[in-house]
Every structure is written in structure tokens, then in C-alpha cells.
């Protein structure tokens, strides 16, 4: 019985189940609350795009760089920034219009999400957004 194998527990709200395979072997397995989940922190590469929709809604679009670093072979520090499509809609919109600036650092939590389009010229382009439900301003340029 599952019930007997199984332990349920609730950690800061994330559901974890431990599977008690046999004494010495617990396997922990995240549930569908972390499926799909971006958390990152970093800085606005270009000011915020605000989209308004015939029906009123709006959407903010804009770019946003994370860094990294390590050291190669030699030693040598090497940076790198990577960068990610930031889409907001909903309320969060508001924040991003009175708040959110140019280089400012922020955080934000939400899914990752793909599409794909065909160019003038007939191509397909495929692209990959951060879709947020969650943003925390962090500071300023």
C-alpha cells in the first residue's frame, strides 16, 4: 500500500514525498508544485515595454541579464551574463510601469514558456520566455 511506503510531508510550501525504498535508501521526490518553476535575480537590459490590448489588459516585455562566473584552466576569472525574455501581465504590470527601470537588479519567480513564429521572409523563430507570477524590486541601477 502506498500509504505504508510513502511519508507526505509540507515543507514551506513545497509538497515532498520520501519513498522508504528499503532501510538504508530514501528517495526524495518534488512534486508538481516546483514542475516548471524559474526563480532569478538580476538587471534589466532595457526599459520595459508596456503592450495595451484592445480589451484593456496589458503585458510587459523586457530583458533581463543574470551573471555568472568561473575560472578556466589557467585560473583566469571569466564573467559571462546570460540573458532571458521577461513577459508580465496582470496586475504586476502596474508595478512594472511606476517601478521598474533600465539596469535596476530585481527577482522573479514564475514558468518557462516557448513559441514559435514565421518572419516576413517565411522563417520559423522559436523563442523562450519567463512568464512571472512573482516580482521583487531589489534595487536601483
Keep these: 500500500m502506498l500509504s505504508q511506503l510513502c511519508s507526505v510531508e509540507n515543507h ?5 514525498i520520501n519513498l522508504h525504498l528499503h532501510k538504508k535508501c530514501t528517495k526524495t521526490y518534488l512534486m508538481n508544485t516546483l514542475r516548471n518553476k524559474v526563480q532569478l535575480i538580476g538587471r534589466l537590459g532595457q526599459e520595459p515595454e508596456i ?16 551573471d555568472d562566473s568561473y575560472k578556466d584552466k589557467s585560473g583566469n576569472k571569466v564573467e559571462r551574463a546570460y540573458w532571458h525574455n521577461i513577459i508580465i501581465t496582470g496586475g504586476l504590470v502596474k508595478v512594472v510601469e511606476n517601478y521598474v527601470n533600465k539596469g535596476q537588479e530585481i527577482a522573479v519567480e514564475g514558468k518557462l514558456t516557448n513559441r514559435s513564429y514565421d518572419t516576413k521572409e517565411g522563417e520559423k523563430r522559436y523563442v523562450t520566455e519567463i512568464l512571472v507570477n512573482e516580482l521583487l524590486l531589489l534595487g536601483n541601477k
Design 12 to 16: 514551506q510550501q513545497k509538497q515532498i
Design 51 to 66: 503592450v495595451t490590448f484592445k480589451d484593456g489588459n496589458k503585458m510587459a516585455k523586457f530583458s533581463m541579464a543574470t
